[in-house]
């Protein structure tokens, strides 16, 4: 089973990857940023992942490159919340945490068994494409959390919770 920890700040040049699906809000800034975060345009990325009328393109083909995409995020959004987040990378996970070495890996392992358990259960049902990860965000705090998740549901519940508001 392959696994890649991917320790704190890598060099700029090694996050910084070609595709519409970062958007580029200025020159050089590498991701669309909203509250100093990246943002993800998953519909972008699919898309690009597609090859946005090329000739066509594999399952597998597409299962990489998204997976390319999803790395690039989490490399830029590790970057933006600082040096003491890591990225763990197995066959089945990409967990991005501030997490112990033996806390990360334990999540990724429940994600493997979680997996597992899912397709045992739903069969055809549930299909975990091969070479696809499931990602997995711990932030380090309710407000990180919120701060995030709201910057994909500006006026919904999450908002509401990032503002402090009961709702």
Sequence with gaps: MGVQVLPGRLPSQVVRHPGSFLQRAAPGEGARRADGLPVLDWQALEAWARGDGAPLVTDP????????????????LREALGSHMGLLETEDASVLSSLSARQERATADYVRTARARISGLLGDLAVFPAGQRSLVLVMDSDEDYYRYVSLYYPDG???????????
Excluded: T
Aim: hydrophobic share 40%; no cysteine; charged share 30%.
């Design 61 to 76: 083909q597409r299962i990489a490159a998204v997976e390319k995409g999803h790395r690039a995020w989490l490399l830029h």
């Design 157 to 167: 519940e999450f908002a509401s919770k990032r503002a402090g508001k009961s709702g």
